[in-house]
């Protein structure tokens, strides 16, 4: 099965400023995922995402967060106005159909400022 | 609260040799998938190894090899023949899969170095 293909590899951008990541078109899954890993830390779950809704959160997205998938193209995670502690990495993952794994895409770095 | 404990934050080996990741969870499901990601330092979440909790024969991937111990809540990696492409975060994980939800909890990871 095709990865998971994420964009930007790495941003850089100022504390206050908007930020989209985005999973790359795969067309044929229902199922995504963001996580989040801030350096150092262990991954944590953010949101699932099914049938262009959100079908479960977490404590940590807030409303700072939102994940939508803009006429079935790409998956896209934004963070409204950055702190300097949503400075981590973040992965688009999906679920491997029939086999209850998920696969990570290569990550986003974001780095606030 | 379903919590992941990863008890070694780091651990080394020297290359060629076995080494054993340790990993507990703690679960009031019967069903659940259990699994080891590796990061490496370009940080990408890699699959190693996945176990289901109803099988009782554990899992093996090549060089690494389970010990499931499902009464304990006990979900060991072993390395064997280490190499140098090992050393990386290794991260155990849990998912619950019930209605759909696919939500992986993970520890806090233990960080293996191989020693040439």
């Known amino acids: 099965e095709p990865e998971v293909t994420q964009t930007p590899s790495h941003q850089v951008t100022q504390m206050g400023q908007e930020v989209i990541l985005r999973c790359v078109p795969i067309?044929?899954?229902?199922?995504f995922y963001w996580y989040r890993q801030i350096l150092g830390q262990k991954v944590e779950f953010l949101v699932s995402f099914y049938n262009n809704e959100i079908s479960e959160k977490s404590e940590i997205f807030d409303d700072q967060f939102s994940v939508e998938r803009p006429d079935g193209s790409n998956f896209t995670l934004k963070i409204r106005s950055t702190k300097l502690e949503d400075s981590a990495m973040y992965f688009c993952?999906?679920?491997?159909?029939?086999?209850?794994?998920?696969?990570f895409g290569a990550g986003s770095r974001l780095t606030v400022l | 609260a379903q919590t992941v404990t990863q008890s070694q934050p780091e651990m080394s080996v020297q290359e060629a040799e076995t080494v054993t990741l340790s990993c507990t969870y703690d679960?009031?499901?019967?069903?659940?998938?259990l699994f080891w990601y590796k990061q490496p330092p370009s940080r990408q979440m890699i699959l190693v190894i996945r176990?289901?909790?109803?099988?009782?024969q554990n899992a093996t991937e090549n060089r690494f090899s389970v010990n499931f111990q499902k009464a304990a809540k006990s979900f060991s990696l072993k390395i064997s023949d280490s190499q140098l492409g090992d050393a990386a975060m290794y991260f155990c994980?849990?998912?619950?899969?019930?209605?759909?939800?696919?939500?992986?909890?993970f520890g806090k990871g233990t960080k293996l170095s191989v020693i040439p």
């Open positions: 679960t009031s499901e019967s069903d659940y998938y």
């Open positions: 994980a849990y998912i619950t899969p019930g209605a759909g939800s696919y939500q992986l909890t």
């Open positions: 176990q289901e909790a109803y099988k009782q």
């Open positions: 067309s044929n899954h229902l199922y």
């Open positions: 993952a999906r679920i491997s159909s029939g086999a209850n794994v998920l696969t």
